[in-house]
Nanobody
């Protein structure tokens, strides 16, 4: 079993910054990839940023230049530093961890943390 607990969501004004954290516990294997996903009201969940246990990061186009994903492998914790937030960044941010390959692949989700950017 894997548990993911996110924190850091808040209400901020346009142009503000937030830092999200997600701590994973339980059966954590390496290699793995931890990622941040956003689900805006009425929209599908989409990937914002991800980072492998080897520290390779990938970003959605909307996040490039504004967001930074990082992780602490000793703590099994991933962070998302967000700058220059705008109302389009509003949504529930979910943390996920991907482990295994092929038939052994599994993705676990956190409960989500709300980010609201006011105009």
């Amino acid at each position: 079993q894997v548990q993911l607990v996110e924190s850091g969501g808040d209400l901020v004004q346009t142009g503000g910054s937030l830092r999200l954290s997600c701590a994973a516990s339980g059966s954590i294997l390496r290699p793995n990839t931890m990622g941040w996903y956003r689900q805006a009201p009425g929209k599908q969940r989409e990937l914002v940023a991800s980072i492998t246990s080897g520290l390779r990061a990938d970003y959605a186009e909307s996040a490039k230049g504004r967001f930074t994903v990082s992780r602490d492998n000793f703590k099994n914790t991933v962070y998302l530093q967000m700058h220059r937030l705008n109302p389009e960044d509003t949504g529930v941010y979910y943390c996920a961890i991907d482990q295994g390959f092929g038939t052994s692949f599994r993705r676990n989700w956190g409960q989500g943390t709300q980010v609201t950017v006011s105009s």
